[in-house]
């Protein structure tokens, strides 16, 4: 734990302080958007339970409702369905509020000190504010990797496996999920457990449309989002690929490279953590994983834009209370956190966002150089502050709580 005190953790020891920012910035930030009429994703997602309702396609423009397409998998019909019969600006503050308490809650479950739990909470409520102004799923894909990680290591291998397909079959990120299995200390049960709700989640959305349209929608979603991504990575875009690829295209001006030159050696470096296998009951190692788990389809993905980085900002914050309180650590929070969530904010000055934030994408930098930080960790075992066993009896594996 942090043990130097300083102004941040003064201000993490105050439980009513960290409730009101999370949730009165979330509030915020979506009430804002919505006195402007500025709700389009939450309209797009209300539609997707009618469409799917009504058996009309789910992955064409719809200029009388939205302008944009929607590009989530049919189960989110069901996901969404609490939602879509309220009144619209009504719907629209509680699929936001929602999104904040899912994050929180699964950040209250990660295996950490309360105190650290908090200061990760503090450092993310301005990425928060942003995102819940976007009304997107991002919160909910942030809650469900942190909740595989977390169930898994506790051994409810069912609960773990809910959680990845539910992200898997809604925005696909979830599949990320995946990269917990080694620390499951029941991987027959995981292994099943994924096949079961894969049934389930495939079959939920039939319930209120038919068979045959639910089948044709996966083969229109593989097609949306192919297409998506040549979207993504055109010239002239500014606010998609705000990721690894995009800053390096944008910084050394090679907007031909391949995405998969980024990518491939992504997969690989991320693979290579778990030669590290024989310390996966260490609870260092296993946060690192998550860390860098949390951040990969977001460095690595072309469909990433700011509001996506609440998936990732956590990562970040789940590092630093991880560190000693040195001045380097604290430099570096200070600028990942000044570049992560202030970039594309008021708080930088307009000719900062728009000539040097958003061109160069450089809310992916901290995040990217993290990611490599932590690989690098791993692979020459400088994540262990101190040595805890390699192995340990089965009644052991549940998660540590201090580090």
Known sequence: MREKRNVLTY????????????????????????????????LIFKNVFFHVLHQQPLYIHYPAEYYDVN????????????FAGLDTHLGAMMWALTGAAALFYAIRQLPLTRL????????????????????????????????????TIKGKELWATFFI???????????VGLAFFFFSPNPKRFIGGLFLWAVVMFALPMVISSPQYIVNCYFEWYAALVHKNELNVGANVLFQDISAGGLIKRVFHIPWLSNMAVLVPAVVMFLLQYTQLKYRYNSRYRLYILCSTLMFPVLFSTSSESPTYIIAIPAI????????????????????????????????????????AVPYALKALPCLVLWLMIAYEIYTHKFLVKKEPVSRPVQELAAITHL
């Open 11 to 42: 201000l993490a020891e105050k439980e009513w302080l960290i409730m009101s920012l999370w949730f009165g910035l979330a509030f915020l930030g979506a009430i804002m958007e919505i006195s402007r009429e500025n709700i389009n994703n939450f």
């Open 71 to 82: 590009l989530y998998g049919p189960v989110f019909s069901i996901v969404i369905a609490p």
């Open 116 to 151: 650290q739990q908090n200061i990760i909470l503090l450092l993310c409520t301005q990425e928060l504010m942003g995102a819940s102004g976007w009304f997107q799923l991002n919160q909910f894909i942030g809650a469900f990797i942190i909740l595989t990680f977390t169930n």
């Open 165 to 175: 397909v539910l992200g898997t079959f809604t925005k696909f990120y979830g599949i």
């Open 317 to 356: 914050c789940i590092w630093y209370v991880m560190q000693p309180a040195t001045k380097w650590n604290n430099i570096f929070i200070f600028f990942a956190i000044l570049l992560v969530s202030f970039s594309h904010s008021d708080v930088v000055t307009p000719w900062v966002r728009k000539n040097l």
